[in-house]
């Protein structure tokens, strides 16, 4: 018996809603568990000493990087300012894991865990870094959140340098134990509260050709007049502030008046970067806000790297966003 022409395409109509919507229901699913069973990753760190890889989130899959970083490995020790994502404990659970989080940022989740430890004090445990298996860092300006992997503007470095890893390895042993009221200074790294302002200020200094900022807070007057030094001087000088974070203690105001080239984003889930390319050479980042409570009271982080095909990185990427903001 021959369906009618109706009847065949109200029988097609429904096929394709059904395929439709399971289609769409297993697309949710797969991506509410974890989405991370096939995987493959844009990583992989030489056997040469001193290399890094640099990721934008959320240009790249930070997601995938991230999981797999941890996922390899046997020994994690991280001191994370917010984590939310409850995938993290649940895949470092059962390893030699230690994590650090601020105090009011822990959740009911994470409290579960007997390998977690908070901050004792009313400032913020700001830091956003992973140790694994001593012999990989991750570091920047990354929360474990979905927004922060998937909405805003953030960076962070994987390298196996050496000796990055073991400054990095001694401060966290020194939170671990408690103490947070102690920094580190060192060459190419700054654990607050240790006046690590000092180092965007030297580099500042140093720079003969080019300055290029991207900040989620800026309130730091002397690393304000430095800028304004520069660019008095000649330098390249620019810089793109998160426009939430508009106040009467932002330096925007100050800098723009003195005719440095600054503006806002316009990315509505936040711009959170906090690094600086000097001269196309030195790139300076972190977890650190250029703010007095970064510099003395909280604890923070910062890596000092010279490395121009790093730094060649960090600029594209400023400029691409200068160029589509401004």
């Not at 917010?82 to 649940?90: A, E, H, K, R, V």
């Not at 830091?127 to 960076?155: E, V």
Request: charge should be neutral; hydrophobic fraction near 35%; include cysteine.
């Amino acid at each position: 018996m021959k369906l009618n022409t109706g009847i065949r395409l109200v029988l097609l109509l429904m096929i394709i809603t059904i395929i439709g919507f399971a289609t769409i229901v297993y697309l949710d699913t797969k991506q509410q568990t974890n989405s991370n069973a096939n995987i493959t990753i844009d990583f992989n760190l030489t056997t040469k000493q001193n290399d890094y890889a640099v990721f934008f989130c959320p240009e790249n899959d930070c997601n995938s990087t991230l999981y797999l970083n941890l996922e390899k490995a046997n020994k994690i020790d991280c001191a994370i300012y917010d984590i939310t994502l409850n995938w993290i404990y649940d895949l470092i659970k059962d390893k030699n894991t230690r994590i650090i989080t601020d105090n009011d940022e822990l959740t009911d989740y994470g409290r579960q865990f007997n390998f977690v430890k908070t901050d004792s004090s009313p400032d913020y445990m700001h830091n956003k870094f992973c140790i694994l298996d001593s012999n990989l860092l991750l570091i920047g300006s990354l929360n474990f959140t979905k927004d922060a992997i998937t909405k805003q503007n953030n960076n962070f470095i994987v390298t196996n340098n050496k000796q990055l890893i073991k400054e990095t390895q001694i401060y966290f042993d020194n939170l671990w134990a408690g103490q947070f009221n102690s920094g580190i200074s060192n060459v190419d790294s700054c654990f607050s509260p240790s006046n690590c302002m000092n180092k965007y200020i030297e580099a500042s200094k140093n720079s003969k050709e080019s300055i290029k900022c991207m900040f989620f807070s800026f309130t730091f007057d002397k690393l304000g007049q430095e800028l304004i030094n520069a660019k008095n001087k000649g330098l390249d000088t620019k810089l793109i502030l998160e426009k939430s974070q508009n106040s009467q203690y932002s330096e925007y105001t100050l800098l723009k008046d003195k005719g440095v080239n600054v503006i806002w984003d316009q990315n509505p889930s936040f711009m959170h970067n906090k690094f600086c390319v000097f001269d196309n050479s030195i790139v300076i980042t972190g977890s650190m806000n250029p703010s007095n409570n970064g510099n003395i009271n909280n604890n923070e982080s910062i890596i000092i790297i010279n490395n121009k095909n790093i730094a060649n990185q960090y600029t594209n990427y400023f400029n691409k966003y200068y160029s589509k903001w401004s």
